[in-house]
T-cell receptor
């Protein structure tokens, strides 16, 4: 079946411009996550959506970052007034977010990412 | 503050077994530990997941001690195509905490 897709694959923008990054999760997955990966670095959690619950925005680095998930499916990450330090690969993942008995089993499936370059 | 650490890099030869250990404090009692593999310019790919003791699938084994403060990914008989960055993931205090990543290089 289709995996997680993201668009665009690459985005080059000028400092101060706004950008929108899109994520199409796997159909039926209730949970959706955004991460940021700077060059040569690990993954930094940004935001998490679970069904109709309020999103966990605790990882967003500043108020210039926001995300929406419409209809429980597609998500858009928006970065306003981009800065050079925003340059990174932005990864989206989705999962079934199964919580079984004594634990939370949550296999995340990642998209290919959007490489954002802010000049 | 939750922190998950791994060795920065490892080298191995084809055919050898590779063990990568992740240490993580503040892991939530009921949450799982997952390992991912990432190739350049690709998103991470799921390898294995477990809660405690040992889990094995067709590509790897995962060992988690009773205190769950660490986990060890075991890759049997690695090949050149296993050269990648490996990340462990745990949920600490309801946050997704990825390890710092271990860059594995498999040599011929």
């Amino acid at each position: 079946g289709a995996g997680v897709s993201q668009s665009p694959s690459n985005k080059v923008t000028e400092k101060g411009k706004d950008v929108e990054l899109r994520c199409d999760p796997i159909s039926g997955h209730t949970a959706l996550y955004w991460y940021r990966q700077s060059l040569g670095q690990g993954l930094e959690f940004l935001i998490y959506f679970q069904g109709n619950s309020a999103p966990d925005k605790s990882g967003l680095p500043s108020d210039r970052f926001s995300a929406e998930r419409t209809g429980g499916s597609v998500s858009t990450l928006t970065i306003q007034r981009t800065q050079q330090e925003d340059s990174a690969v932005y990864l989206c993942a989705s999962s079934l977010r199964i919580r079984l008995g004594s634990g939370a089993e949550d296999t995340q499936y990642f998209g290919p990412g959007t490489r954002l370059t802010v000049l | 503050l939750a922190k998950t650490t791994q060795p920065i890099s490892m080298d191995s030869y084809e055919g050898q077994e590779v063990n990568i250990t992740c240490s993580h404090n503040n892991i939530a009692t009921n949450d799982y530990i997952t390992w991912y593999q990432q190739f350049p310019s690709q998103g991470p790919r799921f390898i294995i997941q477990g809660y405690k003791t040992k889990v094995t699938n067709e590509v790897a084994s995962l060992f988690i001690p009773a205190d769950r403060k660490s986990s060890t990914l075991s890759l049997p008989r690695v090949s050149l195509s296993d050269t990648a960055v490996y990340y462990c993931l745990s949920m600490g205090a309801y946050k997704y905490i990825f390890g710092t990543g271990t860059r594995l290089k498999v040599l011929a």
